[in-house]
């Protein structure tokens, strides 16, 4: 901690003191960054270098130290999920590695392949056939190595955690391990996918529980997240905006601003591009209070309808509409039908809120960049950057930390690119993070929403007739940073998966003779900014869907879970619904259908429900109460159960199913965006409250192993069953549907009096 | 104006040039370099920035550097160390018992939130050795955590305290109880 000249930026940080690794370019608190050494990536092998690695190479995917060990390069970022270490026990498993003999490294667009974004839970969907396939590919070439060295036919040959040996009458004694073979050479092969992978049947290591490999050093403290990287010699920087966003079309306009308002913070600056405008400083508090202090007003035009008249304001909109599915004739369907359901449902804009604001490091230099970020997809984040700087895609490095959990696209973009437009601007490397209101209040939220369902059975209990219309805008194509500097124009982006009415959710799951499910696209203009937000509209969906074949149900006189038995013929569907039902104890304790309100102050409900997001099969049960006088929902338990297919590692699916229960209860209970006319209100956690401990429900997540179907996403799906749930237990307490969520007790008060 | 503040941090005497008026999260994250307490909202309501003071849970980010002066500061770095002292141990284990059961329990996702939910966890156990599970909620009510992870990080806890009984009771594995009971200076 010696100190430095004068003229440095950062005193008492040497950041030559980092571990005594070799050290390329720069440092990142004591661990070495991407440098080849510390990459595991091998001397010989050229990554680092400028450009995407090129996928059709084995070298590409995979390298064999000479330790007997295996560097596996994924496309996929970790989010918490767990995904990397399943990830690397498929690569083991093709291996015949151990997982103690496997690591990956960073996503880094010098180093790691670019296998898309991290979305719609894909990781080992999309990511894990290539990296089983590379990892067969490279097995194979290893057993042609040995074949030779030990002058035994392939067919003879036997792997144990990466030891070669000959098979059968006394070979053992001869043998030879990949590092032998290979140690950190190239292979040097084109990558064919033609290599045969393991039948699931000779799987040892997938469809085990071995344990994440990120959780010890996140609990020791030595984990390092994106909010703990330091560039030599960078500045301190903090984003000026209005506080909390405004409508997507208006941005924000200065009006007027006064530099000397923060004269009393040495060294403290203000950068302007456009309507960007930012402040830096060598030291991160100053930083932090030269935001705070700064001097600005803003035109903001009063376009927003307010979250008071939200659903009005969308439902009167001249809508772009499209019929997403027709089927037989919905409308002679209801005509006459036996029992018909029908009713208006409406879900708020909702916050990614992660825990920890995002953050991003920026050197921006004349010819070249380098960003460091928390970006879903390296790539994309690469080329948008080299947009707004002004250089070629190749001359611009984006690398993967991870952060908090986000969700979906929290504003991961609009921090690197706002770091981006500071270092270019200030001519230095720069961090910079957002603060928590910056991170509530510009948020890309998952978009609003309502639904209006009519759905119809018949005397024999089956469903005849449903259709579902659905409102919302679609995702916002434009970052905030690249508007208010650069002028690009707000745009959203156009119809597509999970912005639009979803048959999987909307009465897929039941086999319905007629089906129309009808689109309508509300122009985003004069809404707030929406993105992907966990299980994008499934919960929403659920939400008024589930409430139908309830309400439908109980015309029927039927029991909900024996409802929607009689309408499911999917084995998929039927499993999962069959295993939250049993773990619940759901014919263990009968009810009576849910028909009238209880006379007691406290009422307890349970609930069934199905819901996915575009794969895999989500069920769920949740067990309430309600307070009749407070209006206060509690939850006390919930079931939640998967079938994605082939689950590679199932105790990290039910580490995904708890928090996805828990933080569909948040959703459903508490969260919801508020503004005005002109800004986002809800700020910080106070203004937009999650559930708590003391409200936390018991959860029971559940894993239907089905080793013989492709694995699917895991992430989310659960979430829209959980909605679902939630609402249907509501009902079965109260005899009332909610309309709206969130379900705060200033809603459930004014819907048990209008009941 | 910056002045030469004299702080104790996980047992070490640290001398630091700082606006009294600073948080200490921005002098414990920028001067001393450490991982543990991190920024999550600056406004005292989530727990991202939990630091023991004196062995009781604090928030860094609303916390001047300055009060914490003659005062003594624990971060997640310094725990292990920190129970060891607290239960007269020779020897401090690698990690918390807190922090071993939250890695037995798998109780992490993005993990962003475990500084706050450890230390506050090491905070309650150190004065409540068997807690129920309504007191752990009811101790644990001001850490959120935007993964969910609240049901894993209550059976950690509850872990925790048995791993802790055992222990103390029996020590043979991680550290040595020190006979006769001395003060650790």
Redesign the interface.
């Known amino acids: 901690m010696s100190g430095m000249s004068a003229a440095s930026l950062l005193?008492?940080?040497n950041f030559l003191k980092a571990g005594g690794a070799l050290l390329i370019g720069f440092s990142v608190?004591?661990v070495p960054a991407n440098t080849l050494d510390a990459q595991g990536a091998g001397a010989s092998l050229a990554r680092g270098a400028a450009g995407a690695p090129d996928p059709k190479q084995i070298d590409t995917w995979l390298a064999i130290h000479a330790d007997n060990t295996a560097t596996v390069y994924i496309g996929y970022v970790e989010?918490?999920?767990g995904s990397t270490t399943s990830l690397l026990q498929v690569s083991a498993e093709e291996l015949d590695l151990d997982m103690s003999q496997v690591r990956t490294v960073r996503l880094d667009t010098n180093i790691t392949p670019n296998q898309g974004g991290t979305y719609s839970s894909s990781s080992i969907a999309r990511g894990s056939p290539a990296i089983r396939s590379a990892a067969a590919e490279a097995r194979q070439a290893l057993l042609e190595m040995a074949s030779k060295k030990l002058g035994a036919p392939i067919e003879r040959l036997l792997v144990s955690r990466g030891v070669v040996t000959v098979g059968g009458m006394g070979g053992e004694s001869q043998s030879v391990s990949y590092g032998e073979l290979i140690g950190d050479k190239s292979f040097h092969l084109a990558f064919t996918g033609k290599a045969p992978v393991k039948p699931v049947s000779e799987y040892k290591l997938v469809g085990t529980r071995p344990?994440?490999n990120?959780?010890?050093e996140?609990?020791?403290?030595?984990?390092?997240?994106l909010?703990?990287v330091r560039l030599p010699g960078m500045w301190h920087g903090r984003i000026v905006r209005p506080r909390g966003q405004t409508a997507y079309s208006s941005g924000a306009r200065v009006a007027s601003l006064d530099e000397q308002s923060i004269a009393h913070i040495p060294g403290a600056r203000v950068l302007r591009k456009g309507d960007f405008v930012g402040v830096l400083a060598e030291?991160?508090?100053d930083a932090?209070r030269a935001a705070r202090d700064l001097k600005i007003s803003w035109d903001i035009p009063a376009v927003l309808p307010s979250s008071d008249h939200l659903h009005e304001a969308m439902r009167a909109e001249t809508t772009s509409d499209r019929v997403v599915l027709e089927r037989g004739d919905v409308d002679d369907a209801l005509k006459g039908a036996a029992h018909v359901a029908a009713g208006q449902y409406r879900a708020p804009y909702q916050a990614h809120?992660?825990?920890?604001?995002n953050a991003a490091l920026a050197d921006a230099k004349p010819d070249s960049a380098l960003v460091i970020c928390s970006t879903q997809d390296v790539y994309a984040t690469r080329n948008t950057l080299a947009g707004i700087l002004g250089l070629p895609a190749e001359k611009v490095r984006v690398q993967y930390y991870?952060?908090?959990?986000t969700?979906g696209h929290s504003c991961y973009d609009d921090a690197a690119q706002a770091a981006a437009i500071l270092s270019q601007l200030a001519g230095k490397p720069v961090r910079l993070?957002f603060?928590?209101w910056d991170e509530h209040g510009w948020d890309l939220y998952g978009p609003a929403h309502i639904g209006e369902v009519r759905a119809a059975a018949d005397l024999n209990d089956k469903i005849i007739a449903y259709q579902y219309d659905g409102w919302q805008h679609n995702w916002s194509a434009v970052e905030t940073s690249a508007q208010l500097a650069i002028g690009t124009k707000p745009a959203e982006w156009r119809d597509g998966a999970a912005q639009m009415v979803n048959p999987a959710d909307c009465g897929g799951m039941y086999d319905i003779p007629n089906v129309r499910l009808i689109n309508h696209h509300v122009p985003g203009m004069n809404y707030l900014r929406g993105a992907w937000l966990r299980s994008p509209l499934d919960l929403s969906f659920s939400f008024a869907s589930e409430q139908t074949i309830d309400e439908l149900a109980r015309q029927a006189g039927r029991d909900a879970y024996e409802f929607r038995k009689r309408n499911i013929t999917n084995d998929r569907w039927m499993g999962v619904l069959e295993a939250v039902a049993k773990a619940s104890r759901w014919n263990q304790t009968p009810r009576p259908p849910a028909s009238r309100l209880s006379e007691g102050k406290m009422v307890a409900g349970r609930g069934i429900g199905l819901g996915t997001h575009l794969t895999s099969y989500g069920g769920a049960v949740a067990e309430i109460e309600v307070n009749k006088e407070t209006g206060k929902v509690r939850v006390k338990r919930m079931y939640g159960a998967i079938d994605a297919g082939l689950a590679v590692n199932p105790?990290f699916i039910e580490?995904?199913i708890?928090?996805?229960?828990?933080?569909a209860a948040?959703r459903m209970l508490l969260e919801e965006v508020t503004f005005s006319k002109t800004n986002v209100t809800s700020l910080?956690?106070?203004s937009y409250p999650?559930?708590?401990?003391?409200e936390?429900?018991?959860?029971v997540p559940i894993v239907v192993q089905r080793l013989d179907q492709k694995s699917t996403g895991a992430g989310e799906e659960v979430m829209a069953a959980a909605a679902g749930a939630l609402a249907c237990a509501f009902f079965d307490a109260t005899g009332v549907h909610m309309r709206e969520f969130p379900m705060t007790p200033n809603r459930v008060l004014a819907a048990l009096k209008h009941a | 104006m910056p002045e030469e503040l004299k702080i104790r941090v996980n047992e070490q005497l640290h001398s630091v040039t700082a606006d009294p008026h600073t948080p200490l999260l921005y002098v414990l994250m920028n001067e001393l370099e450490l991982q543990g307490p991190r920024f999550g909202c600056g406004l005292a309501q989530c727990g991202s920035c939990s630091v023991l003071l004196n062995g009781s849970e604090i928030r860094s980010c609303v916390t001047p550097v300055s009060a914490v002066v003659g005062k003594s500061v624990t971060t997640l770095e310094g725990l292990p160390a920190w129970y060891a002292k607290q239960n007269k141990l020779t020897n401090a284990p690698a990690l918390h018992p807190v922090q071993q059961a939250m890695i037995d329990e798998q109780a992490v996702q993005c993990g962003y939130c475990f500084n706050g939910m450890i230390m506050q966890a090491a905070e309650l156990l150190s004065k409540t050795a068997q807690p129920s599970e309504s007191q752990i909620r009811s101790a644990m009510n001001g850490h959120l955590c935007r993964c969910g992870s609240y049901p894993r990080v209550i059976h950690a806890i509850q872990r925790a305290s048995h791993l802790m009984s055992a222990e103390l009771e029996n020590p043979s594995n991680e550290g040595t109880r020190q006979t006769p009971p001395a003060e650790v200076s």
């Open positions: 005193p008492r940080r608190r004591g989010l918490g999920q344990p994440r990120d959780i010890p996140k609990t020791s403290g030595q984990y390092v997240y909010q703990h030291r991160e508090w932090v809120a992660p825990f920890g604001p991870e952060g908090s959990g969700y993070q603060m928590r105790a580490n995904q708890s928090g996805q229960l828990v933080q948040s910080d956690w106070n999650i559930l708590r401990f003391e936390c429900p018991e959860v």
